[in-house]
Antibody
Framework: QVQLQESGPGLVRPSGTLSLTCTVS?????????WTWVRQPPGQGLEWIGE???????NYSPSLKSRVTISVDKSKNQFSLSLTSVTAADTAVYYC?????????WGQGTLVTVSS | EIVMTQSPGTLSVSPGERATLSCRAS??????LAWYQQKPGQPPRLLIF???ARATGIPARFSGSGSGTEFTLTITSLESEDFAVYFC??????????FGQGTRLEIK
């Protein structure tokens, strides 16, 4: 069974960098799948952030592209999200997921709050 | 970017009744549409893909229809576990992919 688990700080200061890691089990990060980040502000809808393939090819949301980097660590079977210059608007539950276009496997999500 | 609009925002239906949820795309997405169910504190769960195909393990009371810009998720004979928030997602010309803002299905 494929499982994904997000990890990282739950509190980030304004103007700082949000960094999260997704650890994958039950599948290889080098399999023929795309690995995705999605976020959900409290009480709101879902926003696709971006995705990465094990080759390092990555795609990003046009609205976040200038601030986002997604990377992969094959040795640890992980992929990571970095979001710079955060503001309160970046407060959300961040999910990692597998797949394109069908997002079948998801992590449980981790709440990241941007606050001083 | 393709904008997805769901209606209504909240739908109140009695258990055992039928629920009909709508999703509209700002431009044609053909049949490149999925529906997800989300319960409090949980990640979304894929219900329907390619507009009308049920995902593995999804009960037959869930069905999807539509193509182009208008889509419908129908849940017949509502059960207690069906009361949740539902999102549509378009994936034509991914990336990017975009989601609707959600419909909350509540017990009447």
């Amino acid at each position: 069974q494929v499982q994904l688990q997000e990890s990282g700080p739950g509190l980030v200061r304004p103007s700082g960098t949000l960094s999260l890691t997704c650890t994958v089990s039950g599948d290889s990060i080098s399999s023929s799948n795309w690995w995705t980040w999605v976020r959900q502000p409290p009480g709101q809808g879902l926003e696709w952030i971006g995705e990465i393939y094990h080759t390092g090819d990555a795609n990003y949301s046009p609205s976040l592209k200038s601030r986002v980097t997604i990377s992969v660590d094959k040795s640890k079977n992980q992929f990571s999200l970095s979001l710079t210059s955060v503001t309160a608007a970046d407060t959300a539950v961040y999910y990692c997921a597998r797949g394109r276009p069908r997002l079948i496997f998801w992590g449980q999500g981790t709440l990241v709050t941007v606050s001083s | 970017e393709i904008v997805m609009t769901q209606s209504p925002g909240t739908l109140s239906v009695s258990p055992g009744e039928r629920a009909t949820l709508s999703c509209r795309a700002s431009q044609s997405v053909s049949s490149n549409l999925a529906w997800y169910q989300q319960k409090p504190g949980q990640p979304p769960r894929l219900l329907i893909f390619d507009a009308s195909a049920r995902a593995t393990g999804i009960p037959a009371r869930f069905s999807g229809s539509g193509s182009g810009t208008e889509f419908t998720l129908t849940i017949t004979s509502l059960e207690s576990e069906d009361f949740a928030v539902y999102f549509c997602q378009q994936y034509k010309n991914w990336p990017p992919t975009t989601f609707g803002q959600g419909t909350r299905l509540e017990i009447k």
